[in-house]
Structures are given as structure tokens and as C-alpha cells.
């Protein structure tokens, strides 16, 4: 199998968690960016991550990536045996995509070299991110991971944007949201630290800061 992705991809990272944790191999094609119009041959909506599979099938979205992967090699599984506590990831991996994520991603463009910024619309992203925060924090448990005290698909999903929000909204003038959500910032320091999380989530933030300095 071979899993095309962006380097730094909040998207294509949670995949490569869940690769590593399973000890799944997999080989990683970095897509270049600007994605170049070849890669809509691979998938017509021109966004990574892209897994090819064993049998052919060129499979994007990246839950489905890793639905399709838990599926293949269950064991181990980073799916909750309970159905409340798979019921309760699934549920703050939907709260991160269709609630976090469309505001969290208002702040990228402001990121490019000679954007014009209006601050009181940078503030209210940071507002809105910062709700978004608190509404995930209400779902975690206290426990060193998002549900069922190990790793699991909501832990996948979670990690990468947070480490990218660390380093963004501070360079654009906000507070950093995942400190100052106390339940978040202690989920985020412990779970940052598994043996699974902690590499694939240091290559990718050296990477994202390497291309903020430049």
C-alpha cells in the first residue's frame, strides 16, 4: 500500500499516527506543494491524504482511510471494544471536522507573506477557535487519551490540528487555545508524549515551522 500525503497535513498525519501505532507498512509518497494537476488523476478533488490499496483502489478521505485501515489489521485496534466509548470517538472526531476544523482553517491563508490582516477578524476566528476547544473538552474523559485510557482514531484526528494551532495562533498575534483550556492542556501534554504520537507529531511540526520562517 502506499499513502500519498502533504508534509505537515493535519489530514495525512493523523493516518501516519494510526500507521505507526498498528505497525502497519505502508510506504509514504510526500505530494508537493501546490498539489500539481497530476495528483486529480489519483483523486479528482485534489486533496490528500490518498491511500492505494493492495488491490488497486485509490481510497481519499482520511477517516475513511483509517476506517478502512482499522478494518484490515484490527489488531491492535484503536477502536473502543465498548460501544459508548466507540460511540463517544466517533463523536469528537465528527466535532473536530464539522466544527473546528472550517473555523481553524480561516487562519491559514493569513499565514501567507504579504497578507493583509484585519485584526478584529483574526480576534474573532480565535474566539470562535476557542469555543470550538471548549466544546470538544466537555466529551474527554480526563484520562491521558480522548476515550478508553489508550490510543484510539479520536486521538489521530485530534492531535495534529491541536499542534497546529499551537504554533499558528500565536504567530498571528491570538492566544494559544490549547493552553488555555486547562482539560485540553493536560489531554495534549499526556497524550502528546505516546510512543506512537510523540515522532510523527515532531517531524511534522519541524516541518510546518521550517516553512513559517522561511
Known sequence: MKLYTLKGSRYGTRCLIQIAAKGMEVEIETVPFPVPESFRALNPLMLVPVLHTDDGMLLPESQVICEYLEDLCPDPSLRPIDPAEC???????????????????????????????????????????????????????????????????????????????????????????????QKIADYYERTRDDTYVKPVLDDAERYIRSVLRA
Open 87 to 181: 460511540a463517544r470517538m466517533r463523536l469528537l472526531i465528527r466535532l473536530f471536522e464539522l466544527h473546528y476544523d472550517p473555523v481553524a482553517r480561516r487562519l491559514f491563508p493569513l499565514l501567507r507573506p504579504g497578507v493583509s490582516r484585519d485584526h478584529d477578524e483574526v480576534d474573532a476566528i480565535g474566539v470562535e477557535i476557542a469555543n470550538r476547544i471548549d466544546l470538544i473538552s466537555s466529551y474527554l474523559d480526563g484520562r491521558a487519551y480522548a476515550v478508553g485510557g489508550h490510543l484510539s482514531l479520536a486521538d489521530c484526528a485530534l492531535m495534529p490540528p491541536f499542534m497546529q494551532a499551537r504554533i499558528i495562533c500565536p504567530r498571528l498575534g491570538l492566544n494559544d487555545p490549547i493552553g488555555a483550556n
